[in-house]
């Protein structure tokens, strides 16, 4: 094994090998399969005789501990502990149900035949090249593996219980005097018996796939896959020269159509009809005649196929229940799966990423009848990191999903779903997720007044914004980092704009003249504040009303007027000096209270005041998480204008905003969706009403079968959009927490002091 990756194997055969991630295949489209199986037959003709490859797929165990690390969230000696206990319980529950446990791994390994390392390297340089753009092109993941990876792997293969690291150095080669064979053997091998041997403390038995069914379905190395146990699949694979497949096929039909006259002779001696021939005859002849016919018309390659299966287990008996059930799957797809008799040793070496095959069993297979062994299942979503939160279970595999919205391109996400779905639960699980396992600020805007015992509960400031309450935000409070901008009045002008387009309510909206005063206004207004930007000196609504009547021109008079209800009239709960906390790391804006005449506003309001701690929060380097139910109030009129330009803004400023709503008609009716569903790269979905699904799939790209899941689905189900991954998924949240009566919006569920 060689630093860079390269192994010389045996004799003059060097290989290397490429890790490859999963792509969403079975969830798709059938137009998007079928691009996909094609573009699989693409990259297997690619391999000409001269390479031998081997695709590996291995399913070991984590290690227990290490997967515990991840999920248990340390105390702090703080009231929050109890909720920390909570969660982290949650998670290891879920982790035990699914197989997070098991880590799925994909490869493909080629070699070729080479004087030396020097020969080999430029030429599998240039292999590695090729394969990568032909994964590139099937939109799959995938990086080469170095040397001291490659042994990482092997020694995985060797000890697949994934308790014991792999503890290996260039260095040490030369001081121990040991190779690398001694850094990745088990601590004993016995292949005592015929059929099974014994690695370390493990069992095992390698078995080879005899495909005898006319057809293969594409689910077959998918089903072997989804065993919920340790297994080792290798798929060693020989190209054959085109002429070479022709000419055999060509050699074949001659014998075939002689032995047809011999038939036909005897059946003339005999007295019969010479046009009867045994029904085997007429089989083969008509199949390798159409055998020939696809290779030389069609973009089919002849290629040698030996497919193994290593199944492992603690004992002998449950060894037996496994490949018991590997057989089974194999019978489903009209095949046999033949455990090796005396062969137990060269098949485990043969499974290993090296490229050497010692079981001399193949079967022949055109390019279309490789392919079907197609890779690809569904993607998992479980990533690591602090920042990687809850989100369910893979309705697929069992797995559990935990994601990281700041790796995506573009953060910003939406929640949708009918009512009872489980939008606000799924909205209230993140930001406790948030809370507790990031450093992050949480701004909430609450129309319907049921966030605020969450808010409680995580120390946070509930300001109830209506005409009858004495807490007060003001709309022109101003923060100096407000825009990128020198000048900070650039955006906080537009907001101001917004807000009077709102107050006059015109359906053409402000005209050119009254844009002209409101901007000399504002800047007279901030004068003073610029110039010594103490608090006392910020202004208010009021002084922008004075400033206006203060104006010469009719316009400025009118537009004052219009504005006089929301500073001295009926109306003016605006026109005052903030006096909350809105540094609080969770506050939540309660909005229910607003009349129609002030709901608008009201969010206008919020939407720049969550700007204003945005970009305070840019400066001292932290991220802001801002959720907003009733989204599609957001995306009406001037309003909708004003949220979309933020929207566009967040992913800059390290924010990350999330709509939920239920009225997905609304929503979609808005010009503005595309920019917002286009600027999203999260998505949450959750059961949808029937005229919602049609114009969602067709908006997302939804297949049938990904429908399904959004269509009558139960609570907390539904399809997750991760950037290019979509998963079905399930959000079953114990009940029995403190957590869970914080979250639910069942009135039934709700005690006494949790109801708002």
């Given amino acids: 094994m060689f630093p860079d990756g390269i192994c010389r194997v045996e004799g003059n055969f060097y290989s290397k090998t490429i890790e490859f991630q999963d792509i969403n295949y079975q969830l798709s489209q059938s137009e998007d399969k079928d691009a996909i199986f094609d573009g699989w037959c693409e990259a297997i ?3 000409d ?28 000696g703080d009231e929050d502990d109890s909720l920390r206990i909570e969660y982290s319980t949650m998670l290891q529950n879920q982790l035990e149900r699914g197989n997070n446990g098991l880590v799925k791994s994909k490869y493909i390994t080629f070699g070729v035949e080479a004087e030396n390392y020097k020969t080999a390297k430029p030429r599998l340089e240039r292999l590695e090249l090729d394969i990568l753009n032909n994964f590139r092109k099937l939109s799959v993941k995938a990086e080469p593996l170095d040397g001291k990876a ?11 219980d994934g308790q014991e690291p792999f503890r290996f150095d260039w260095k040490l080669l030369a001081p121990s005097g040991l190779s690398v064979k001694d850094f990745i053997a088990p601590s004993s091998f016995a292949f005592a018996s015929s059929r099974h041997f014994k690695l370390g403390a493990k069992y ?3 078995s080879f796939l005899n495909i005898i069914a006319p057809e293969l379905n594409d689910r077959l190395l998918a089903d072997f896959l989804e065993m919920d146990s340790s297994l080792v699949i290798g798929m060693h694979v020989k190209p054959i020269d085109q002429m070479s497949a022709i000419k055999t096929v060509k050699r074949k039909l001659t014998e075939l159509n002689a032995t047809k006259i011999q038939e036909q002779k005897k059946a003339v001696r005999a007295g019969y009809d010479m046009d009867i021939l045994p029904s085997d005859l007429s089989t083969y002849g008509s199949e390798a005649q159409k055998l020939l016919q696809e290779l030389q018309s069609r973009n089919e390659r002849m290629f040698l196929l030996t497919f193994t299966i290593l199944n492992t287990a603690n004992s002998l ?47 022949g297979l055109t390019t279309s009848s490789l392919a079907i062994f197609v890779p690809f299942t569904t993607q998992e979503l479980f990533q690591r990191g602090a920042g990687a939160l809850y989100c369910g ?14 790796l995506l391109k573009n953060p910003n996400g939406v929640i949708l779903g009918t009512p009872g779905a489980g939008k606000s639960f ?33 120390h946070g400031q509930v300001i109830k914004i209506s005409p009858t309450s004495k807490q007060y935000v003001n709309p022109m409070d101003l923060n100096l980092d407000y825009s990128d901008d020198d000048n900070p009045l650039s955006l906080k002008v537009d907001f101001i704009l917004s807000f009077c387009d709102i107050v006059v309510g015109a359906k053409e909206g402000l005209k050119p003249v009254e844009k002209t005063i409101i901007d000399r206004c504002v800047r007279l207004v901030y004068r003073d504040y610029l110039a010594d930007p103490r608090p ?44 909350v906390d809105i540094h609080n790391r969770v506050v939540c804006y309660d909005i229910k209270e607003l009349g129609k005449q002030l709901r608008q506003l009201g969010m206008l309001v919020v939407q720049d005041q969550v700007w204003n701690r945005v970009t305070r929060n840019r400066e001292a380097g932290k991220t802001t998480r801002y959720y907003v139910d009733e989204f599609h109030l957001l995306l009406r009129g001037e309003l909708a204008a004003w949220s979309v330009e933020i929207w566009k803004r967040f992913r800059k400023w390290n924010a990350i905003p999330t709509g939920i709503t239920q009225n997905v008609k609304d929503l979609l009716a808005s010009p503005e969706i595309e920019n917002i569903l286009e600027n999203s790269d999260y998505i949450c979905m959750l059961n949808q009403a029937p005229g919602d699904r049609q114009i969602l799939a067709q908006k997302l790209n939804i297949s049938p079968h990904q429908l399904s899941y959004v269509t009558q689905a139960n609570e907390g189900e539904g399809l997750l959009f991760y950037g290019n991954v979509i998963v079905p998924f399930v959000d079953r949240f114990p009940k029995d927490t403190e957590m869970y009566k914080l979250m639910t919006t069942k009135p039934n569920e709700i005690q006494g002091g949790n109801a708002a």
């Fill in 45 to 47: 003709n690619y391999f």
């Fill in 393 to 406: 279970v893979n309705a697929l595999s069992g797995n559990m999903i935990t994601v990281d919205r700041k």
């Fill in 204 to 206: 095992g038995s390698v």
């Fill in 150 to 160: 490659r042994l990482a792997l092997m020694h995985g293969i060797f000890h697949i």
């Fill in 317 to 363: 008996q449950k060894l037996e229940n496994t490949v018991l059930q590997a057989k089974g799957i194999a019978q489903k797809h009209n095949c046999q799966l033949v455990q090796l008799d005396f062969q137990q040793e060269n098949a485990l070496m043969s499974l290993l990423p090296l490229g050497m095959n010692k079981i001399e069993i193949q079967r």
């Fill in 426 to 458: 799924a909205a209230k699980r993140e930001m406790f997720s948030v809370y507790l396992l990031t450093n992050d600020d949480i701004i909430i805007c609450d129309p319907e007044a049921e966030y605020w015992p969450l808010v409680k509960r995580l």
């Fill in 49 to 76: 005789a001269s390479v031998r490859f081997q695709f590996s797929f291995v399913n070991s165990s984590a290690n227990k501990e290490t997967y515990r690390e991840r999920i248990v969230i340390p105390l702090r």
């Fill in 536 to 579: 006392e000196n910020m202004p208010i609504l009021q002084d922008l009303y004075d400033c206006l009547r203060a104006q010469d021109e009719k316009e400025a008079q009118f537009l004052a007027t219009a504005l006089e209800i929301y500073v001295t009239g009926s109306l003016n709960v605006f026109n005052h000096k903030s006096n």
